[in-house]
T-cell receptor, first 114, second 112 residues
Framework: GENVEQHPSTLSVQEGDSAVIKCTYS??????FPWYKQELGKRPQLIID?????GEKKDQRIAVTLNKTAKHFSLHITETQPEDSAVYFC?????????????FGSGTQLTVLP | DADVTQTPRNRITKTGKRIMLECSQT?????MYWYRQDPGLGLRLIYY???????NKGEISDGYSVSRQAQAKFSLSLESAIPNQTALYFC???????????FGPGTRLTVL
């Protein structure tokens, strides 16, 4: 089955700096890579996703890049703000539409220091 | 707003007890999932259901069972709870034409 590794497990940055979280996956057939954000005591929520036919996707201050050859993908947050502090999970899956079993990484606790 | 709800939100029980966690959704989604979250391990899939007549095991189904009573309801049972089932449990849903999974608020289960 799929295995997703996520690094680092904790990350502290100064407000305004950039943050990068990296994930690697094992199944070369995986074709969908979402990122979820979980604020303290809250439920995970999708923040951005990318499919295997795209190398990069941006949404305001967040971006995701995908390297299919190396089987890794990364989340980039620019101009970090205190409200970006949360646990971030990457995930990978194969298949089409919502007939997907997501395999999650172990999470990264991001702390943005004022 | 359409939502995913879970009951109970917190539960403390003893080893050997039978426990049922319930999930309901008003999103009209066909697909429902149960995950457990443990510190440092992320979210792991227990069971999933693509429609009322479809039940599938996930990565860590041992010790758990599920029931899909209706399109909107998906229950997770622990037949005989053990301490290492202490965790935060999330239900999630997704639509047929949508990749995004929508999570419920979670149930914190403690098995003593």
């Amino acid at each position: 089955g799929e295995n997703v590794e996520q690094h680092p497990s904790t990350l502290s940055v100064q407000e305004g700096d950039s943050a990068v979280i990296k994930c690697t996956y094992s199944d070369s057939a995986s074709n969908y890579f979402p990122w979820y954000k979980q604020e303290l005591g809250k439920r995970p929520q999708l923040i951005i996703d990318i499919r295997s036919n795209v190398g990069e996707k941006k949404d305001q201050r967040i971006a995701v890049t995908l390297n299919k050859t190396a089987k890794h993908f990364s989340l980039h947050i620019t101009e970090t703000q205190p409200e970006d502090s949360a646990v971030y999970f990457c995930a990978a899956s194969r298949g089409a539409g919502s007939a997907r079993q997501l395999t999650f990484g172990s999470g990264t606790q991001l702390t943005v220091l004022p | 707003d359409a939502d995913v709800t879970q009951t109970p939100r917190n539960r403390i029980t003893k080893t050997g007890k039978r426990i049922m966690l319930e999930c309901s959704q008003t999103k009209g989604h066909d697909r429902m999932y149960w995950y457990r979250q443990d510190p440092g391990l992320g979210l792991r899939l227990i069971y999933y259901s693509f429609d009322v007549k479809d039940i599938n095991k996930g990565e860590i189904s041992d010790g758990y069972s599920v029931s899909r009573q209706a399109q909107a309801k998906f229950s997770l049972s622990l037949e005989s709870a053990i301490p290492n089932q202490t965790a935060l449990y999330f239900c999630a849903t997704s639509g047929v034409a949508d990749n995004e999974q929508f999570f419920g608020p979670g149930t914190r289960l403690t098995v003593l």
